[in-house]
């Protein structure tokens, strides 16, 4: 995520909001912020439900539905819908 954030063009970041007793490791999750900090980006923390229209595109949250103890499963999931 660090690299992408590094190398592209980023307008918009989301993420699931996980639970406070989970700790993702510290190393690697500091240097993605450190690399949103440096954009001046903001993180917009989605749940399942919400939804994102941008241009051609829909992009539908999915997941996670509720908070999980494991920070695996409390990657976001979604579907990107192509308007045609």
Same mark, same amino acid.
């Given at each position: ?5 590094? #190398? ?6 989301? +993420? *699931?909001?996980? =639970?406070?007793?989970? #700790?993702? =490791? /510290?190393?690697?999750?500091? !240097? $993605?912020?450190? !690399? &949103?900090?440096?954009? %001046?980006?903001? &993180? ?5 439900? =919400?939804? /994102? /229209? &941008?241009? =051609?595109? %829909? ?5 996670? +539905? ?5 920070? %695996?499963?409390? *990657? $976001?999931? /979604?579907?990107? $819908?192509?308007?045609?």
């Amino acid at each position: 995520m660090k690299k992408i954030i590094d #190398n592209f063009e980023i307008k918009n970041i989301i +993420a *699931s909001k996980f =639970d406070n007793n989970i #700790n993702p =490791d /510290f190393k690697i999750y500091e !240097s $993605v912020l450190d !690399s &949103i900090n440096k954009k %001046n980006l903001i &993180i917009k923390n989605v749940i399942s439900g =919400d939804k /994102f /229209f &941008i241009r =051609d595109l %829909n992009l539908y949250i999915l997941g996670p +539905a509720k908070q999980y103890t494991n920070l %695996n499963n409390s *990657s $976001v999931i /979604f579907k990107l $819908v192509l308007k045609t």
